[in-house]
């Protein structure tokens, strides 16, 4: 494929394409096109929902970022769950652009949490679904429905690929299967929701970069294998010839190893600073998102990774290996959360102390000025 042919590929998914560096793809080299990364002046990250919530969690003003934490609302608590949503704001000059990454499990946690934080959602400028689990989706369609006409005209839903879009099942120990649920995209679009599918790398709203789908670098992450796809009809989008890199011949209905290909990360460029890597699930794993971000942008100053690592259930090995690896990038910052596990927080704690930042529902991240 060479640049041109990369470059329409990337505009027929309805977003702006950047290339920073020097991107290669097949095994050819496109040229880098300069000034097409955008560079917040101020980010605002707030965590509407994850899994744990810490009413004794310490706001701070650390070396370069401000973390507030929400104490207990009077009489509308914070509602912590598995899943992960976050609200988005960032300023370049004068301009404000708010985005919503995520939507946690259920809509009850996720309107509740973003009334008791004062967030407006409907203000929204674009949102992003980093993958078609439905702890960060199922909080999305009801809303869509219940909020109808009162977003901005044309808002745009960013996914990284068709399977976002594809019935997800995950295999307990027993040998069962958990519904891991179906994100419907004509829902949305019914719902009056423009879908995007950015599986190059793209600019959001003007400020914020999605990764792209996300090359598998290390030799040490894996996608999780307890998790699965359901195979839908022959030319259907979530035909199993759609499940990335793996190739099976499945029939519809029949269950095929998860590869995540859709899968993206979220990022800001924040002036002084370097880059916010937000992982979301990380099932491409933390460290290929990240490099991923750094290929695809040409900047390799990492100011924090935040988000879900998808560690919980890894070695030792493996944990060693990730928390070496985040030594080697140099974050200034390491917010983790979600399906991050203890094991890789003690881990970075124990390495990294003054870089790790601990997770907790509710807290807002300010990043540069
Ligand atoms: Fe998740």
Known sequence: ?????FLKLGGVTGGAVFLGGVWRMGGRSASAQSGTVPTVDHLALTTVVDNFYDAFARSAKLDTINVQRTVLPHGRPL????GLAYHLESMRGQERREILL??????????NNYAALKLEPTKADA?????????????LPDFALVTQGRWKPGLTLYAGGEDTFCHRVVMNPSGGAQDYGELNRAGLE???FRVALAKQPTVVAGHALTSGQIARTTDFEQSPPAARLVAG???SACAATHFGATKVEAKPGELVFDTFQGEHATAYHVKDRGLVVITSCGHAGVINSTRQVQKATGIQKIHAIVGGFHLAVATDEIVAKTVAAFKDINPDYIIPMHCTGLNTIIATHREMPKKLVMPSTGTRVIFGA
């Open 233 to 235: 009809p022959i030319d």
């Open 190 to 192: 019914g719902s009056g």
């Open 79 to 82: 509602l912590a769950e598995h």
């Open 127 to 139: 949102l992003i679904i980093s993958h078609g689990h439905i702890d960060h989706f199922g909080g």
């Open 1 to 5: 494929m060479n640049r041109r042919q």
């Open 102 to 111: 995520d939507f946690g499990y259920r809509m009850a946690t996720l309107t």
